[in-house]
């Protein structure tokens, strides 16, 4: 089947019409994507004292925000073991970065088992929990998927599955950056420094 010049043509606007409307709408969502409100660390949890703690009380540093549960058998501690490390060799710089544990099981993570768990690593880390809402909650800002998971090797026949990334705030409570799990903690001090001398 021949087309005509005419329909040709049309066929071509047509075209242009689209593609230029597509572009529109790709431009409109750049933009709104530019006007959403930064990634803020936001909460109200207790700590493993038993006081309760919000991003507020910890404005003017930077903040290492690692999601995790004191039952994790290999995740957890090893990240938590980083974070320590990465503390001790900041030095007289460690006083302008507060690392968090942030509980994901609050189930059994009460304040009495962060204050097991958490000091083990030194480091002035502190441990997060709460209820089972203020844990969602947290989650859903910080944007971390977790389950419970049923194992029956395991204490109380569960275990947690959960993000693994260590969060990078800044002094102001914006989102920076995350290390994915496994990333060695030289690594993470040499990009903590360049980050906190800019």
């Known amino acids: 089947m021949k087309f005509s010049t005419l329909q040709k043509m049309l066929w071509g606007l047509t075209a242009i019409v689209v593609v230029g409307f597509i572009f529109l709408q790709v431009s409109i969502r750049e933009e709104q994507r530019a006007d959403a409100p ?6 109200e949890l207790t700590d493993h ?6 991003d507020e009380d910890f404005a003017g540093r930077w903040l290492l925000v ?18 320590a490390a990465v503390m001790d060799a900041l030095g007289s710089d460690a006083a302008q970065v507060q690392p968090l544990f942030i509980s994901i099981d609050p189930e059994r993570d009460t304040p009495e088992q962060l204050a097991e768990f958490v000091p083990a690593f030194g480091a002035n880390i502190i441990g997060l929990t709460g209820t089972a809402n203020q844990i969602k909650r947290t989650s859903e800002t910080f944007r971390v998927y977790f389950e ?27 989102y920076v950056g995350a290390w994915v799990y496994g990333t060695p903690a030289e690594e993470i001090l040499a990009d903590l420094k360049a980050r906190m001398s800019i």
């Open 38 to 43: 930064a990634f803020q660390a936001d909460f």
């Open 148 to 174: 419970k998971i049923e194992e029956a090797a395991s204490p109380d026949g569960y275990t947690m599955g959960h993000s693994s990334q260590l969060f990078l705030f800044d002094p102001q409570g914006g």
């Open 49 to 54: 004292r038993g006081i309760v703690q919000t």
């Open 66 to 83: 690692f999601f995790g549960f004191a039952n994790c058998p290999d995740v957890c501690p090893t990240t938590m073991a980083e974070v």
